[in-house]
């Protein structure tokens, strides 16, 4: 069987003009808002080479926000549809496609599966970057219509612990709890979610619970160790889901080095679905491996090189399969970030290989 091997380019050009920036600057004094989703390496927003967009924790409380849903409901281009109905999922849509070409990250990671943003509490969010369009050809073909990341805020030097609980209209009942701290080198952030949900009728009503966890080791300042997992339970009228998800991300910078990344994901769920009057429900297990490493470096003043690595498996089993599916997948990438005064000029490019698909 042949296979086809699909390849993403883009080239970008942007232009920043430094007599602006000074009036703004001299106008206010403040602190830059840094993004990393849009070339996977920070930059200033205003100077990041594809179209983006940040929501801060100020920006949030300013907007009553209370989970990441409700953050992104004012950003133009942007449209969250939130359901609690059986046998439907949330969808983001960004510039009017499809939520398939949406790519939704937390912390960096893929998120698999339906889960709801409304269960990720405002207290834990540091900030969401949002990039607009295929600008951001790193993460490949899910992200068409754009990426939405969001990440959550390190753990406090001072032990924190908040709560909210809101009601509303069809006897929707949401809980949120956090508790951070940090000792040491090391810190961690628990937070807990629940939602009931009644709804109008019988068939509407929406149960579900969401766990997230984070240790993060400091161990220098060349070295930070990221152990993030999380638990989720959902269920609907004729649909249960569970998931389980455990992650390990390094950052390294040494001396005389190229900056290197490596991550490591693995999530579990099982969906039960139960349709015209099945005695018993259907169920669909899936097991997704992924393998991340990343090295950026200067070669020139000019030149900021990014490149990497992503390895993924995935085994499904049950369902409708009359056997157990197995499939992965190889992808590379590369960016240069070349600086040309006001000028900033972006080339990159990314390769997958599909076991299946090619």
Same mark, same amino acid.
């Given at each position: 069987?042949?296979?086809?091997? +699909?390849?993403?380019?883009?080239? !970008?050009?942007?232009?920043?003009?430094?007599?602006?920036?000074?009036?703004? /600057?001299?106008?206010?004094?403040?602190?830059?808002?840094?993004?990393?989703?849009?070339?996977? #390496?920070?930059?200033?927003?205003?100077?990041?080479?594809?179209?983006?967009?940040?929501?801060?924790?100020?920006?949030?409380? %300013?907007?009553? &926000?209370?989970?990441?849903?409700?953050?992104?409901?004012?950003? @133009? $281009?942007?449209?969250?549809?939130?359901?609690?109905?059986?046998?439907?999922?949330? &969808?983001? %849509?960004?510039?009017?496609? @499809?939520?398939?070409? #949406?790519?939704?990250?937390?912390?960096?990671?893929?998120? #698999?599966?339906?889960?709801?943003? !409304?269960?990720? @509490?405002?207290?834990?969010?540091?900030?969401?970057?949002?990039?607009?369009?295929?600008?951001?050809?790193?993460? $490949?073909?899910?992200?068409?219509?754009?990426?939405?990341?969001?990440?959550?805020?390190?753990?406090? %030097?001072?032990?924190?612990?908040?709560? #909210?609980?809101?009601?509303?209209?069809?006897?929707?009942?949401?809980?949120? *709890?956090?508790?951070?701290?940090?000792? $040491?080198?090391?810190?961690?952030?628990?937070?807990?979610?629940?939602?009931? *949900?009644?709804?109008?009728?019988?068939? +509407?009503?929406?149960? &579900?619970?969401?766990?997230?966890?984070?240790?993060?080791?400091?161990?220098?300042? /060349?070295?930070?160790? !990221? *152990?993030?997992?999380?638990?989720?339970?959902?269920?609907?009228?004729?649909?249960?889901?569970?998931?389980?998800?455990?992650?390990?991300?390094?950052?390294?910078?040494?001396?005389?080095?190229?900056?290197?990344?490596?991550?490591?994901?693995?999530?579990?769920?099982?969906?039960?679905?139960?349709?015209?009057?099945?005695?018993? @429900?259907?169920?669909?297990?899936?097991?997704?491996?992924?393998?991340?490493? /990343?090295?950026?470096?200067?070669?020139?003043?000019?030149?900021?090189?990014?490149?990497?690595?992503?390895?993924?498996?995935?085994?499904?089993?049950?369902?409708?399969?009359?056997?157990?599916?197995?499939?992965?997948?190889?992808?590379?990438? *590369?960016?240069?970030?070349?600086?040309?005064?006001?000028?900033?000029?972006?080339? &990159?490019?990314?390769?997958?290989?599909?076991?299946?698909?090619?």
């Amino acid at each position: 069987m042949s296979r086809v091997v +699909s390849i993403w380019f883009v080239i !970008t050009l942007f232009l920043v003009h430094p007599l602006a920036l000074a009036d703004e /600057q001299a106008d206010e004094v403040k602190m830059e808002e840094i993004i990393v989703t849009a070339t996977k #390496t920070s930059h200033p927003l205003e100077d990041t080479p594809v179209p983006a967009v940040v929501v801060d924790g100020k920006e949030m409380e %300013r907007r009553n &926000a209370l989970n990441a849903g409700e953050a992104l409901r004012y950003l @133009p $281009g942007i449209h969250l549809d939130t359901y609690f109905a059986p046998m439907t999922r949330d &969808a983001l %849509r960004i510039q009017g496609l @499809p939520s398939r070409y #949406t790519l939704i990250l937390l912390d960096g990671e893929r998120i #698999t599966g339906r889960h709801p943003l !409304t269960l990720i @509490p405002a207290d834990v969010i540091e900030r969401v970057e949002v990039v607009k369009g295929p600008s951001s050809v790193l993460y $490949g073909s899910d992200a068409v219509g754009g990426v939405c990341n969001i990440i959550t805020r390190s753990p406090s %030097r001072k032990p924190s612990l908040n709560g #909210t609980f809101s009601y509303g209209s069809y006897g929707s009942k949401t809980f949120f *709890l956090n508790h951070g701290y940090s000792f $040491g080198r090391v810190g961690y952030l628990i937070s807990a979610a629940a939602n009931r *949900l009644k709804g109008k009728e019988k068939i +509407s009503r929406c149960n &579900a619970e969401n766990v997230l966890m984070k240790l993060k080791w400091e161990k220098d300042k /060349q070295g930070i160790w !990221t *152990l993030r997992g999380g638990f989720r339970r959902e269920k609907l009228a004729f649909w249960k889901e569970r998931k389980f998800d455990l992650g390990l991300k390094g950052d390294l910078d040494l001396p005389n080095l190229p900056k290197l990344t490596l991550k490591y994901h693995s999530i579990f769920y099982r969906d039960e679905v139960r349709v015209g009057g099945a005695p018993k @429900p259907t169920l669909t297990d899936e097991l997704e491996s992924r393998f991340e490493m /990343q090295m950026t470096r200067n070669l020139t003043k000019r030149h900021l090189l990014t490149s990497g690595m992503e390895m993924l498996h995935d085994k499904i089993e049950g369902g409708d399969l009359p056997a157990e599916k197995r499939h992965f997948m190889i992808s590379s990438y *590369l960016q240069d970030e070349i600086s040309l005064g006001a000028l900033s000029l972006l080339l &990159a490019g990314r390769l997958d290989y599909h076991s299946v698909w090619g």
